[in-house]
């Protein structure tokens, strides 16, 4: 008889782990508290509108290849993935914005035209980039890091001192550029990773080359198609999956799990991964003995944003739009400053507007737009609906603005969602809605482990342990954690 393993939470590390384990021989359940598979990356309906409620950027492809392939399939297989050009489009304000193109000629061409000359410090950027990208997700990121010792090899070492890791993000991106427009271009995605570009290694410059040289991509019906595709493979492979089940404890005896109990019924395992929040797994499913670290360490944790999240559905199109949009037409460092280091509600926050439908007609009536609004906050903040309101017509304002006439007006379906949204369909620790900030202290084996130090059957994976959060670290987090699992529980 296989071992039995029992993942908590269908999100993309859950579904991950999972299908990995069942190609591995193991009997695999996942149970899933949401009435749906997806976690973050959820979707819902309304007015005839089709919206993804979280994930929405498709980056390094390369990630979803491997891990289809690791199952003989690829993504083409369970979705039709287009790449967006220009890859997106940033406001700087009312009469003044860019729109990022695709190939890397007319990139450079971009850069030459802000600021003369930039165009070969980008293209040696980048350079550098790839070496970094090269070597953090084809190497780094696949470590367990559950000692130092897996960093200790002699070309490990070299690797390390050639990855800016104690480089901050915002002094090597000015040895290459002075114009703050194009700083803003080169340090905005750091905004999503936890810490502002001072705070950040420089290593983390391989998000430029994966936004930039692998390109910005969608997949035809939207985000959720990835967990569509998902979860049909994971059936193939014989993973259960159970919807509407949440978990309520698991049971241990001595220093083993034995079973899950969820409010619908117990489960027996032999092997059981967390994939639902950390923090909360470990508060409230385990008991405090048998807990990996105390709340003390949870509350020097240095988190990324959540966000407050509008889904808007509009009765006409929108012009000026693209399908990515960036509004940088405030400060980027008070922002910045108000999401990590002074954290409270932003006095003039950045924000980020999504038209999906600009790609893809099937997520909104024929003439009217699909419209997705994300402000970067900080954690742990009180969302209640005044706030919210004050918000929306903060940034509708700036919209409108830009594309020169009313949204509001032709608004027929509004939906908010925030730091409460997140404690209650996720039980995100702090209303988080990224994981952990990438900061030093916070790399490899210095984020909370992928195992339990004390229940030697219970693992995690996702975006609170390594490799960190995102979707492409959550699929390889839940690919390391089955390849840790059947070390130590092989298969009979």
Do not use: C
């Not at 810490?195 to 410059?205: E, R, V």
């Not at 084996?445 to 959060?469: A, D, E, I, R, W």
């Amino acid at each position: 008889m296989p071992q039995r393993v029992l993942v908590i939470g269908a999100g993309f590390s859950g579904l991950s782990v999972a299908t990995s384990l069942a190609q591995k021989g193991y009997d695999v359940t996942i149970v899933e508290k949401n009435e749906m598979a997806g976690g973050r990356a959820r979707v819902f309906q309304a007015n005839g509108f089709t919206f993804d409620m979280g994930p929405s950027w498709y980056w390094m492809p390369d990630v979803f290849e491997t891990y289809f392939g690791r199952f003989g399939k690829k993504p083409a297989d369970y979705y039709d993935l287009v790449r967006l050009d220009p890859s997106y489009k940033v406001v700087f304000g009312p009469t003044d914005a860019v729109d990022l193109p695709a190939n890397i000629t007319e990139l450079t061409a971009l850069f030459n035209s802000i600021e003369p000359g930039s165009g070969a410090q980008l293209t040696e950027f980048l350079r550098q980039a790839a070496y970094k990208y090269d070597v953090g997700i084809n190497k780094f990121v696949w470590k367990p890091s559950r000692s130092i010792t897996e960093f200790m090899s002699v070309k490990l070492l070299y690797d390390v001192t050639r990855l800016d890791v104690f480089q901050s993000f915002a002094s090597h991106a000015r040895k290459f550029f002075t114009n703050p427009k194009l700083l803003q271009l080169i340090e905005f995605p750091i905004l999503f990773l936890g810490a502002t570009p001072q705070n950040t290694p420089a290593m983390y410059s391989l998000m430029n080359y994966a936004e930039m040289a692998l390109g910005t991509w969608y997949p035809m019906g939207g985000m959720h198609k990835i967990i569509e595709g998902m979860v049909a493979l994971a059936e193939e492979q014989g993973v259960k999956i159970l919807l509407n089940q949440t978990v309520e404890h698991i049971e241990t005896t001595q220093n083993k799990a034995k079973r899950v109990r969820t409010d619908k019924g117990v489960f027996e395992a032999d092997v059981i991964v967390g994939s639902a929040d950390y923090n909360h797994i470990e508060t409230a499913l385990v008991d405090p003995a048998k807990r990996n670290y105390d709340d003390s360490y949870w509350a020097k944790r240095v988190m990324a944003p959540s966000s407050l999240l509008f889904y808007l559905g509009v009765s006409k199109r929108i012009p000026k739009l693209e399908h990515h949009n960036l509004f940088f037409d405030e400060d980027f460092g008070l922002h910045a400053q108000e999401i990590y280091e002074t954290p409270k509600w932003p006095s003039k926050p950045l924000f980020y507007a999504s038209a999906p439908s600009k790609t893809d007609p099937s997520v909104a009536p024929e003439g009217s737009e699909n419209l997705f609004l994300l402000i970067p906050v900080a954690p742990d903040l009180v969302d209640d609906e005044a706030t919210r309101e004050h918000y929306y017509h903060l940034i509708m304002d700036r919209l409108e603005a830009y594309v020169g006439e009313s949204v509001r007006d032709f608004v027929v379906y509004k939906r908010s969602y925030a730091h409460s949204d997140f404690k209650n369909d996720y039980n995100a620790f702090r209303g988080n809605a990224y994981g952990l900030a990438n900061t030093l202290m916070q790399t490899a084996f210095l984020k909370p482990s992928l195992k339990n130090k004390k229940v030697s059957n219970l693992f995690y994976t996702g975006q609170l342990t390594v490799p960190g959060p995102g979707v492409p670290p959550s699929l390889i987090s839940g690919l390391v954690v089955a390849d840790e699992v059947a070390k130590e529980y092989p298969v009979a």
